[in-house]
């Protein structure tokens, strides 16, 4: 299969040569191909959300696990009720709050989405991008775009073009590429089929802004862990994701302890002969001997770290280094959703110091 990679800069003034691309990516998804688009969080890999082959494609070409769910993104709130039994009050609100957005809702499905979409489950995760170019692809489409992140599966998902080239070319019809993927984590996960809404997956929006949002303290969270033999409800709960090529490990302590340990465990890789990586906070890389370090941004702001992580991670790969280590980072707000896919990265390989 030959892919073609079409770059979209002059979407705001709709020109005719942007529309034109944009209805021929739409026919693609009608007739059954796959198209990765940029979302606000990262690129996504959209079928036809109502057409079981389409999903089976998008299953292959990531070589990801039939039982991980997809999920449907929407352009328009009245087309949720088009694919779910019923729209409970709280989600309601979180609609008004944060649609467009990173926010995807989990409810009972109307009949009309397969299982195949859906991981086999009776719920479906869904979704309305507050990307322009997302939008404007999804309406094109038909209106429901099913769509994970568009990497290889266990790979650190892309938030720029040219790496979505380098794991999808040849696997599918079309790469949409703009530069203003601008969030850099997939989006937040909610489960709205419980009776108190459930955290599968953190994200941009953060368990604060829900609890505000929707006037109560208790909201639960639950992450499953690799060992479980559930299905999971939800992309990014089960299996190892966001991994580099490199095995990576996590430091934890005391700033001091960090650096000492970092530094013990670089130096013995490369008496191994590896090529290591460090993955460090802002004015910290100084302190480290390793072979290539990378800055993810200060420590207390989540929302630059968030954003340079899954670049990051792949410059490592195109540098390939062996032996990553990295220092944790704040989970405060959107620092929780960093740390989980720090976390899912390195295999849940951390590693706690003190002196």
């Given amino acids: 299969m030959k892919t073609k990679f079409i770059e979209l800069s002059d979407r705001s003034n709709m020109s005719k040569k942007y529309k034109r691309i944009i209805q021929k990516a739409g026919k693609l998804i009608k007739c059954g191909g796959l198209v990765a688009f940029p979302t606000e969080t990262v690129y996504g890999l959209g079928g036809d959300a109502f057409n079981p082959e389409s999903s089976a494609k998008i299953y292959k070409a990531k070589g990801r696990p039939s039982d991980n769910p997809l999920i449907i993104h929407i352009a328009e709130e009245e087309s949720l009720k088009k694919i779910v039994k019923e729209i409970p009050n709280t989600a309601q609100i979180l609609m008004q709050r944060f649609w467009p957005g990173p926010l995807t809702m989990i409810f009972n499905k109307q009949e009309c989405i397969p299982t195949e979409t859906t991981g086999g489950l009776d719920t479906v995760a869904v979704r309305m991008p507050r990307h322009p170019i997302a939008l404007d692809f999804i309406r094109a489409s038909g209106g429901f775009v099913a769509a994970p992140s568009a990497n290889q599966s266990g790979k650190p998902s892309p938030t720029i073009a040219k790496y979505v080239w380098e794991d999808m070319n040849g696997k599918i019809d079309m790469i949409l590429s703009s530069d203003t993927v601008d969030i850099g984590v997939e989006s937040t996960i909610v489960d709205m089929t419980t009776k108190i809404p459930v955290i599968l997956r953190p994200g941009f929006i953060t368990k604060e802004m829900l609890q505000e949002a929707l006037n109560q303290e208790h909201i639960d969270q639950v992450i499953l862990g690799e060992e479980t033999t559930d299905a999971p409800k939800a992309p990014g709960m089960k299996y190892k994701h966001y991994a580099p090529k490199g095995e990576l490990i996590i430091i934890e302590g005391n700033e001091q302890a960090v650096i000492k340990r970092i530094n013990q ?43 340079n992580l899954y670049r990051v991670l792949r410059e490592l790969d195109d540098e390939e280094v062996t032996k990553i280590y990295s220092e944790s980072f704040c989970t405060k707000g959107m620092g929780q959703a960093v740390m989980n896919r720090l976390l899912k990265a390195a295999g849940n390989h951390i590693e706690y110091v003190s002196k």
Wanted: proline share 2%.
């Fill in 265 to 307: 465990l670089v130096n013995a890789a490369k008496l191994a002969g590896e090529k290591t990586g460090v993955i460090s906070t802002e004015g910290m890389q100084h302190a480290y001997c390793a072979d290539v370090v990378k800055n993810l941004g200060e420590k207390e702001n989540p929302m630059e770290n968030a954003y």
